[in-house]
Nanobody
């Protein structure tokens, strides 16, 4: 069964940190780039980061640059998103999705996880 499962979300105070995980099963995650998205109720979903299949290149939303870091461990079939210096406006459900990577970044998202909630209190 093909599956992506996010974990690591939680409630933190402003300035805190979390590490999100995106674990794949039923397929080889190393064959794909992976994008992270977030969505807060009432807001549009936004792409947060993208990491290539090798992990050698990453892209970030401007508002999270310098605070979020994507990485991956292909031996563990897992991608990570380190969230640091969190702000209340980072509160959202965070999702990972497999992607293809081109000159513009991640595209053609195929498999999606169910999401993990991140809540940042003031």
């Amino acid at each position: 069964q093909i599956q992506l499962v996010e974990s690591g979300g939680g409630v933190v105070q402003s300035g805190g940190s979390l590490r999100l995980s995106c674990a794949a099963s039923g397929f080889i995650l190393a064959d794909y780039a992976v994008g992270w998205f977030r969505q807060d109720p009432g807001k549009e979903r936004e792409a947060v980061s993208c990491i290539t299949s090798s992990g050698g290149r990453t892209n970030y939303l401007d508002s999270v640059k310098g605070r979020f870091t994507a990485s991956r461990d292909n031996a563990k079939n897992t991608v990570y998103l380190q969230l640091s210096s969190l702000k209340p406006e980072d509160t959202a459900i965070y999702y990972c999705a497999t992607a293809l990577y081109n000159w513009f970044g991640c595209t053609e998202y195929q498999y999606w996880g169910q999401g993990t909630q991140v809540t940042v209190s003031p």
